[in-house]
T-cell receptor
Framework: ETGVTQTPRHLVMGMTNKKSLKCEQHLGHNAMYWYKQSAKKPLELMFVYNFKEQTENNSVPSRFSPECPNSSHLFLHLHTLQPEDSALYLC??????????????FGSGTQLSVL | AQTVTQSQPEMSVQEAETVTLSCTYDTSESDYYLFWYKQPPSRQMILVIR??????QNATENRFSVNFQKAAKSFSLKISDSQLGDAAMYFC???????????FGTGTSLTVIP
């Protein structure tokens, strides 16, 4: 079993649908992240949770709604998405300490297509 | 905000040869970390190597090594004895010593020719 597991692997949805992406980490880490990966663009940080509390929200549209019920699970709820939201969504985790520099552990991502 | 630039969208290397991937970054901070991540077709990003800015010695991990030039804000990755399994997208990333924010480059697609 990999350290960070994401489901589903692929998702096709219409603009009026509601769906959720799931991420689970088995590493005992205290921080979890959602990133968006689009072709020829740097990874975009969407949300960060430290100790289950959201600490970063990089001006993400409200049609993306994160949920972190505990330090091992992270969800990204999607509703009324736009075609430009089609991308690879990556979940990551890290073990944050007083001083940073810790590496990220990534899942395999969910490839999202919005029709 | 910090920026990370990878000026080589694509690179190729002959199997068993050496290749160097370039990365530059812009920051006013003195304490930070730099990373190279590999993303194979399986899509899972895997850490290749990590460098702490306050360490002058270049990091090495088996066939992978970096050339860290702090004054020039340059952080290149050298892959020696390239193998077919090295074919992937490679991302350079910057992280401040404080906070959770990582800054990634746009990636370099590496092809290994048999």
């Amino acid at each position: 079993e990999t350290g960070v597991t994401q489901t589903p692997r692929h998702l096709v949805m219409g603009m009026t649908n509601k769906k959720s992406l799931k991420c689970e980490q088995h590493l005992g880490h205290n921080a979890m992240y959602w990133y968006k990966q689009s072709a020829k663009k740097p990874l975009e940080l969407m949300f960060v949770y430290n100790f289950k509390e959201q600490t970063e929200n990089n001006s993400v549209p409200s049609r993306f709604s994160p949920e972190c019920p505990n330090s091992s699970h992270l969800f990204l709820h999607l509703h009324t998405l736009q075609p430009e939201d089609s991308a690879l969504y990556l979940c990551a985790s890290s073990q944050e300490r007083d001083r940073g520099g810790e590496k990220l552990f990534f899942g395999s991502g969910t490839q999202l297509s919005v029709l | 905000a910090q920026t990370v630039t990878q000026s080589q969208p694509e690179m190729s290397v002959q199997e068993a040869e050496t290749v160097t991937l370039s990365c530059t970054y812009d920051t006013s901070e003195s304490d930070y970390y730099l990373f190279w991540y590999k993303q194979p077709p399986s899509r899972q990003m895997i850490l290749v190597i990590r460098q702490e800015a306050y360490k002058q010695q270049n990091a090495t991990e088996n066939r992978f090594s970096v050339n860290f030039q702090k004054a020039a804000k340059s952080f290149s990755l050298k892959i020696s004895d390239s193998q077919l399994g090295d074919a992937a997208m490679y991302f350079c990333a910057y992280r401040s010593a404080w906070g959770n924010q990582f800054y990634f480059g746009t990636g370099t697609s590496l092809t290994v020719i048999p």
